[in-house]
């Protein structure tokens, strides 16, 4: 994919500029949450893996097991389809965890191709391996790619800190929120980690890993 990706911090603080112009909520959080994360990480197996193992637990939790499956060499495809049922289950993994690593480890994907495509074609072709919904596929989007304008509609913190920072009565559902997020366009990617940013500012605990 050509075009402008999030690389450095500037390229943060540029998203958040943009933020600010055009929502005075984000004009007045913004200086309270601080820089903003860049949270970029390489690409490729063990990034989807990351997302896959964060799937519906807590930061802590994922965290926990990732540090196992760090010892235990289950960061890559190779380790993954090396290890016994047993070696997975040790780690923490679910087994509807350690079945979609094993089938993502056994697709063979090309990951550097992902790269050259569109957002949604990206999103497309994750969809596809085992157990990746469009949540994980755009967490990985954001984190291993780079991309400005995803953004993950679905992730229940970003609901709940764009209810707590706009002051509304209901957490907003994913189609809300997307409606909510069009005028941060293009920086969507940005606004996400800003709202993670206040998540952690109001409830005392990280809402993304």
């Given at each position: 994919?050509?075009?402008?990706?999030?690389?450095?911090?500037?390229?943060?603080?540029?998203?958040?500029?943009?933020?600010?112009?055009?929502?005075?909520?984000?004009?007045?959080?913004?200086?309270?949450?601080?820089?903003?994360?860049?949270?970029?990480?390489?690409?490729?197996?063990?990034?989807?893996?990351?997302?896959?193992?964060?799937?519906?637990?807590?930061?802590?939790?994922?965290?926990?097991?990732?540090?196992?499956?760090?010892?235990?060499?289950?960061?890559?495809?190779?380790?993954?389809?090396?290890?016994?049922?047993?070696?997975?289950?040790?780690?923490?993994?679910?087994?509807?965890?350690?079945?979609?690593?094993?089938?993502?480890?056994?697709?063979?994907?090309?990951?550097?191709?992902?790269?050259?495509?569109?957002?949604?074609?990206?999103?497309?072709?994750?969809?596809?391996?085992?157990?990746?919904?469009?949540?994980?596929?755009e967490?990985?989007l954001?984190?291993?790619?780079?991309?400005?304008?995803?953004?993950?509609?679905?992730d229940l913190?970003?609901?709940?800190?764009?209810?707590?920072?706009?002051?509304?009565?209901?957490?907003?559902?994913?189609?809300?929120?997307?409606?909510?997020?069009?005028?941060?366009?293009?920086?969507?990617?940005?606004?996400?980690?800003g709202?993670?940013?206040?998540?952690?500012?109001?409830?005392?605990?990280?809402?993304?890993?």
């Amino acid at each position: 994919m050509t075009g402008r990706l999030i690389r450095t911090e500037d390229d943060l603080a540029e998203g958040a500029a943009h933020l600010a112009r055009v929502c005075p909520v984000w004009a007045r959080i913004l200086p309270r949450i601080g820089p903003l994360p860049l949270r970029r990480r390489e690409d490729g197996f063990d990034a989807i893996a990351s997302a896959i193992v964060g799937q519906q637990i807590s930061v802590a939790a994922a965290a926990s097991i990732w540090e196992r499956m760090a010892v235990a060499g289950l960061l890559t495809p190779q380790g993954i389809a090396a290890a016994s049922d047993e070696d997975l289950r040790k780690a923490g993994l679910s087994r509807p965890k350690a079945r979609y690593l094993r089938g993502i480890a056994a697709a063979n994907l090309d990951w550097h191709a992902l790269r050259e495509m569109s957002d949604d074609d990206a999103i497309a072709t994750l969809v596809a391996l085992p157990g990746i919904g469009v949540w994980t596929a755009e967490i990985y989007l954001k984190f291993a790619l780079g991309r400005p304008d995803v953004f993950a509609a679905g992730d229940l913190a970003l609901q709940e800190a764009a209810r707590q920072m706009y002051g509304l009565k209901d957490r907003p559902g994913p189609a809300a929120l997307r409606e909510m997020a069009q005028p941060w366009r293009p920086w969507r990617a940005v606004a996400a980690r800003g709202l993670w940013a206040y998540y952690r500012l109001a409830k005392g605990r990280e809402g993304i890993r």
